[in-house]
Structure formats: C-alpha cells, structure tokens
C-alpha cells in the first residue's frame, strides 16, 4: 500500500469536503420535526405497552395470593 504524505492527506480531504452535499436549512428542519414526532410516537407506544404488562403481573401477582 502506497504511503501518502500529510500534506497529500490533507488535500485529499479538501478534495473529498467538496463533494459533500449539505441538506438545506428546510431539509434540516423537516428531518428534526420528524425525529421529535417519532421519538413522541415511540414514547406512547412504550408507555401502553409497559402499562399493560404492568396490569398483567398485578393481575397475576393478585391471583398468586
């Protein structure tokens, strides 16, 4: 494998940033909004499930005494 120097490195890099596509500052908004709603979303949906299973153990801790 060919050894590069750090100046050589250094331009490669400059080089590869340029190829970078930046979201937009609609793009970057809309990607936020989602992550809140389905992080919302996911947060509900853990809440019932863990709220029903809890009814289940105190239903059957309850038909254990």
Sequence with gaps: MAKTTPLEFIRQVQA?????????RRETIMTG???VIMTTLLGLFF????????AIVKL???LAK
């Design 60 to 62: 059957l801790l309850s």
């Design 16 to 24: 590869e940033t340029k190829k970078v596509v930046w979201p937009t």
């Design 33 to 35: 909004v989602m992550v």
């Design 47 to 54: 809440f019932i499930v863990d709220t029903g299973f809890e």
